[in-house]
């Protein structure tokens, strides 16, 4: 298990985390997040911590789930778990963005793939 501690007295709170993520700190910005994870507990847990941090989680329970919803949805950023059923998440990161697919400007650029363990033969 992976423990990390912030130094003392530079612990933020929720609401100005999401403030230094806004322009204006008066109107923080409102993130809509696509979470494309297979493990309900995970899903639970980051859905939860996005909401803290005010942000709008939509949810995938596979990759096939995540590219059909980014193609339907308008969304800033996608947390992407690399190992899930019908399709990974680096070959739905792949259909994501490949050239044509219909997206605003800048959107699917900003993925975060993610793996919830290390198995012997990872890269």
Not at 94 to 122: E, M, N, S, V, Y
């Amino acid at each position: 298990m992976l423990t990390i501690q912030q130094p003392a007295g530079r612990r933020r709170e929720p609401e100005s985390i999401v403030n230094a993520m806004s322009e204006n700190p008066d109107q923080p910005k409102r993130l809509k997040v696509l979470v494309a994870e297979d493990e309900p507990v995970s899903s639970v847990m980051l859905g939860d911590m996005l909401e803290l941090c005010g942000h709008e989680p939509a949810f995938a329970r596979d990759g096939l789930e995540a590219v059909e919803a980014f193609k339907n949805g308008d969304f800033d950023l996608v947390l992407m778990d690399i190992r899930m059923p019908h399709l990974d998440g680096i070959e739905a990161t792949r259909q994501i963005r490949a050239p044509g697919r219909k997206r605003r400007h800048g959107a699917g650029d900003r993925h975060h793939l993610r793996t919830g363990g290390i198995q012997a033969g990872d890269p």
